[in-house]
């Protein structure tokens, strides 16, 4: 493992550990909806075919207002209800 520099201030490094590329994906997306955040870096996690995503998020700006998590969660839970 690399020694890490800490970020600037109102920045916090972020990484993701996750079975497949696209659960580490979906992770990574919640966050850019909350905050600001560099282009996501893709590392094999392991040797099992995990992987690790790195971003860096800027905590001191909005990229859009956020929703909170709960709010998401039910309207996708009523728009499959609905279906």
Known sequence: MQPT??????HAEVRIVAASPEVARRVAEVLRQCFAATEQRSYPADSQGGTRLQLTVDTTRSPEPARSWLETSRSSEDDRRRE
């Open 5 to 10: 520099e800490t970020p600037p201030d109102g």
